[in-house]
T-cell receptor, first 118, second 114 residues
Framework: AQKITQTQPGMFVQEKEAVTLDCTYD???????LFWYKQPSSGEMIFLIY??????QNATEGRYSLNFQKARKSANLVISASQLGDSAMYFC???????????????FGQGTTLQVKP | DSGVTQTPKHLITATGQRVTLRCSPR?????VYWYQQSLDQGLQFLIQ???????AKGNILERFSAQQFPDLHSELNLSSLELGDSALYFC?????????????FGPGTRLTVL
């Protein structure tokens, strides 16, 4: 069964420092997508970054980068130069293509709460 | 702003009642997904529609139903509400159904059942 595991319920980071949020996944499919979403206290889900299973290079989006290690089935999110506004819950998610028994839905981890200290 | 709209933003109702949550996907997106976020269950997939047709079901209770209309907006109907149905309900839309297609989330409807 497909599964996403985020082992860090809560993390603290000093402002302007980098932080890594861990994510491991389990799937038997060869084609899949990995996503990170940010959920601030206001509740909305904000897309941060995407990594495809066939992508050879790690994805980057501004201060966000994804450390993709396919053999280890990990997709850690790295936030560089943390800002106070980065304080939020972060979700790792996996999506498989619709078809062959897959629904195309997103499967989410339990989330990591990040607090940035001034 | 993701381009996905959901109404209402907040809903407070009593046990046993029925409510309807509405979602308008991004312009051009054909797929609509509904998710439920609760403290004990986390984020769970409920149901998916693609161009008006139901395509997939997740952990959706029989008391819940949904539909997607010709203009592609979707409604999630929750009936015989219980205290445990209190949650944040998200709608997400996507152009395609491939693994690479990002799902854009609406702001959510926060349902409180008293």
């Amino acid at each position: 069964a497909q599964k996403i595991t985020q082992t860090q319920p809560g993390m603290f980071v000093q402002e302007k420092e980098a932080v890594t949020l861990d994510c491991t996944y389990d799937t038997s499919d060869q084609s899949y997508g990995l996503f990170w979403y940010k959920q601030p206290s206001s509740g909305e889900m904000i897309f941060l970054i995407y990594q495809g299973s066939y992508d050879e290079q790690n994805a980057t989006e501004g201060r966000y980068s994804l450390n993709f290690q396919k053999a280890r089935k990990s997709a850690n999110l790295v936030i560089s130069a943390s800002q106070l506004g980065d304080s939020a819950m972060y979700f790792c998610a996996m999506r498989e293509p619709h078809g062959s028994g897959n629904t195309g839905k997103l499967i989410f981890g339990q989330g990591t709460t990040l607090q940035v200290k001034p | 702003d993701s381009g996905v709209t959901q109404t209402p933003k907040h809903l407070i109702t009593a046990t046993g009642q029925r409510v309807t949550l509405r979602c308008s996907p991004r312009s051009g997106d054909l797929s609509v997904y509904w998710y439920q976020q609760s403290l004990d269950q986390g984020l769970q997939f409920l149901i998916q529609y693609y161009n008006g047709e139901e395509r997939a079901k997740g952990n959706i209770l029989e008391r819940f139903s949904a539909q997607q209309f010709p203009d592609l907006h979707s409604e999630l109907n929750l009936s015989s509400l219980e205290l445990g149905d209190s949650a944040l309900y998200f709608c997400a839309s996507s152009y395609g159904q491939g693994a690479q297609n990002e799902q854009f989330f609406g702001p959510g409807t926060r349902l409180t059942v008293l």
